[in-house]
């Protein structure tokens, strides 16, 4: 390839995605920000039409429900977490709830159901001791980042559409982040975008799983950013696996697509091959316990060959009256029926699938990152969720902490001086790792990532243990090797998919290799982290994160103590008197 050129861009502000974090960040940056600065967001896709808020099915856990508490989803959110999260980030989370469900409503302009006498409809949700899930029907995320799209369009902030990221490019003494590489999608020119603040919300993403529910586009590239640049990364191990993802054969992009928490809420009973319902074989709650043991349960059913035509468990709906069903639950009906089940009356196979990354980017309460002029928000942030997270707790982190990334940016910017300077050799090493495939014979980049999606499912998946995850970090190391000798058409590189499938791909192998490392140093199990070896939880009051640094040598992973600044294992913030739980195990 010959010398790539690269645009050079300025900003004040720069926002990387355009989810529910990265729209709120924008909004409230504009409010905190002096007069005349320039805010930019960038996306992979479309504003709006991408990302993973849009997907969001369930709701948004807020405790303004009858009887519930901030401090009742503080203590649910931390033992949902089995004791890991930051538990400063999971309290401001809580807190911050109440005020951003209002901000949504009264200045965003969502509608979200509400009972007859006016008050906001609360739905429930597996883990918790209150029905505090608010929502739209089963289509919460569509109403949120439509009405969130409408005011970022409407306001004079730059976008950079069908923009990718690909590098964090420092200072050339690199005390802090001159901007960020990206290539233009549409032509498939370099542009690289200096700002005073980046705050990067680019999402999760576990789509190096066989079954996984976000989009193809959505690939980690926002943490095999931060992990080349130095900086650290805990919880790696920690995905979430989502109980309930529609199994419609491989014939279809519809499998691995939730099917929402609140069917099981609502009373969704989970059936075996021989239609047994077996949930309560391993835990009290039945389906109504938290995610990680409920995919467990649904695992060990598959293990055990008591499957569904397809190969996982089936869900029923049918008792609780088809009309019903129908009613409250109408998305997910159709898109059952697109894939040939009748979700109000009959039966819908499901299987575990990758759903959330509970690790991500080592922050601060207010996004900061150790790295001067990075933020971190949404689903790229680690430490709020711990080991394992609610449903309906994702949206509203995304929406809190875009939130206060904006309001910190905002703010911060007022002490920072002038834009600062690139380190131009890493701005040009990595524009050419983004080219290295570029001109060589052609490969099947497709196969590959299929390759990594069987490896970490059979070894870093629902069930882990030491042979599997050395196993695993083996054939995801083949993969890569293999990866790096594979080849791109160079011919027109104007939405040139296979190039950026290649990126894809090799983001996911950066965070698979991470992902296997992590599970290796914990050696107990905890949430979504479960190893056969170690099936124990561990002493709760000795709780350890890990933390993840790539070096010269590789991937180093570490473990740091958890610091429990609000309450201790064994005790709880609740009142004398409070009762366990406000919600009845059906």
């Known amino acids: 390839m010959t010398k790539m050129t690269i645009d050079r861009h300025d900003t004040d502000i720069l926002i990387l995605g355009t989810g529910g ?52 989803h503080f203590m649910d959110t931390i033992n949902g977490g089995k004791w890991l999260p930051n538990q400063d980030m999971a309290w401001k989370l809580c807190e911050q709830a109440v005020v951003r469900v209002r901000e949504l409503e009264n200045e965003i302009g969502c509608f979200f159901d509400r009972n007859a006498d006016g008050t906001l409809h609360h739905k429930a949700f597996a883990g918790q001791t209150a029905d505090r899930t608010v929502h739209k029907g089963d289509l919460t995320g569509i109403e949120i980042i439509n009405r969130l799209m409408e005011q970022v369009l409407s306001r004079p902030v730059e976008k950079l559409q069908e923009h990718r990221a690909i590098g964090l490019i420092p200072t050339k003494d690199g005390s802090a ?37 976000p989009s193809g586009d959505k690939t980690m590239d926002g943490l095999a950013m931060v992990l080349r640049a130095g900086l650290p990364l805990r919880d790696m191990e920690m995905v979430q696996f989502h109980p309930t993802g529609l199994l419609a054969g491989d014939h279809t992009k519809m499998t ?137 707790n994702g949206v509203a ?21 002038a834009l600062r300077d690139p380190d131009e050799t890493v701005l040009e090493a990595e524009v050419a790792r983004a080219c290295q495939p570029l001109g060589r014979k052609p490969s099947n980049i497709q196969e590959l990532r299929h390759e990594l999606q069987e490896a970490m499912w059979e070894d870093v998946g629902v069930i882990r243990n030491r042979r599997g995850m050395q196993r695993g970090t083996d054939r995801v190391a083949a993969i890569s090797d293999e990866l790096m000798h594979a080849g791109v058409d160079a011919g027109n590189l104007a939405f040139n998919l296979t ?71 064994g005790e709880t913030i609740l009142p004398a008197g409070d009762p366990e739980t406000l919600v009845e195990v059906s």
């Open 21 to 72: 974090a990265g729209m709120f960040a924008a909004l409230h940056a504009m409010q905190t920000a002096p007069a005349g600065t320039k805010v930019t967001v960038a996306v992979k896709g479309l504003i709006g039409k991408c990302g993973c808020t849009r997907m969001v099915q369930g709701g948004y856990n807020v405790a303004l429900g009858s009887g519930d508490t901030v401090e009742r």
């Open 499 to 569: 190039w950026h499938d290649w990126l894809n791909v090799r983001s996911l192998c950066e965070v698979s290799d991470v992902i296997a490392k992590a599970g290796l140093e914990r050696e107990n199990s905890r949430g979504a982290h479960f190893r056969e070896d170690f099936p124990e939880q561990g002493d709760l009051e000795s709780s350890y994160f890990t933390v993840a640094r790539q070096t010269g040598d590789g991937i180093a992973v570490s473990r740091e103590p958890v610091q429990f600044t609000i309450v201790r294992p």
């Open 177 to 213: 982040l001159a901007g960020v590489l990206m290539i233009d999608m549409r032509t498939g020119k370099f542009r690289f975008v200096r700002a005073k603040t980046v705050l990067m919300a680019t999402g999760g993403g576990p789509t190096m799983y066989k079954y996984h529910t």
């Open 256 to 392: 691995g697509t939730v099917l929402e928490e609140g069917l099981r809420g609502a009373g969704g009973e989970l059936l075996n091959g021989s239609e047994r319902r077996f949930m309560f074989d391993y835990d009290d709650r039945g389906e109504r316990a938290t995610r990680d043991v409920v995919s467990r349960g649904i695992y060990a059913e598959m293990r055990k060959s008591n499957t569904s035509t397809n190969g996982g468990v089936y869900i029923s709906m049918a008792h609780l009256g088809p009309d019903m069903v129908r009613k409250k639950f109408s998305g997910m009906v159709k898109r059952c029926a697109d894939s040939g089940f009748d979700l109000a009356a009959g039966k819908v196979e499901v299987v575990p699938t990758a759903h959330y990354f509970m690790g991500g980017v080592v922050v601060d309460i207010d996004t900061r990152t150790e790295m001067e002029g990075l933020y971190v928000a949404g689903e790229d942030a680690g430490g709020a969720h711990g080991s394992n997270r609610l449903g309906g």
């Open 397 to 417: 982190n995304s929406t809190v902490y875009g939130g206060v990334a904006g309001d910190a940016m905002g703010m911060d910017i007022r002490r920072m001086g």
